[in-house]
């Protein structure tokens, strides 16, 4: 069993998804988990069920977060977004909103905890990545770009951690049952010209040999093992689970 006591964790996008089952996950463990998330109320609402505590905060406003510093141990970089749209019709604003979220916002949390991880030799960074940052499909530009930015950021991460006790790796889930996947269908219907009763077995499936989601709380398993001290020498890895996808 992984023992968190007496370890202070932060889930960003952690009111839902992914994220709210690492908070359940961590928080089990013995961690304060502070539950980050745009919306207030969810993350309130999330930090109470966890015994922890909530922040609010809209991480495309990269400016806010240039001086922050953060007294934690563990840090999961989970908040994310995602549009469907062919390149060419694909707003610049939305594409630039992305890479905001998913890869200068993972840099600035990165660059306020580092200094408090050093001084403990102790620290695990988790970036909830995707197959898609191993491997890319259509109409997805702006979020295949953030999630292959991300991987190279975790590796560097890794690689300067190292010395300091501190671990950086990705976590790469195909299609989980998520808020995030279901608000696809209709996206992905309209791009592919098929109907929505088809996309997940179609679209999201088709890689996969295994054939169905994956639950948040598999991915939870997984980033409460890479928190623990067994995984002390796992740095600069990327954990598929893809059912097969990128075996491909």
Known sequence: ??????????????????????????????????????????????????????????????????????????????????????????????????????????????????PRMYEREFGRIINISSVHGLRASPYKSAYVTAKHALEGFSKVTALEGGAHGVTSNCVNPGYVRTPLVEKQIADQAKAHGIPESEVVEKVMLTESVIKRLLEPEEVADLVLWLTGDTAGMVTGASYTMDGGWSAR
């Open 1 to 114: 069993m992984t023992d968190l006591s007496g370890r202070r964790a932060l889930v960003t996008g952690g009111a839902s998804g992914i994220g709210a089952a690492c908070t359940v996950s961590l928080a089990n463990a013995g961690a304060h988990v502070i539950v980050a998330d745009l919306n207030g109320d969810a993350a309130t609402a999330q930090a109470a069920r966890v015994g922890g505590e909530a922040w609010q905060v809209d991480l495309t406003d990269t400016a806010a977060l240039a001086d922050l510093t953060l007294d934690i141990d563990i840090l999961v970089n989970n908040a994310g977004i995602q549009h469907v749209s062919a390149i060419e019709s694909f707003e610049p604003k939305m594409f630039r909103r992305i890479l905001d979220l998913m890869v200068e916002a993972p840099f600035l949390l990165v660059r306020a905890a580092l």
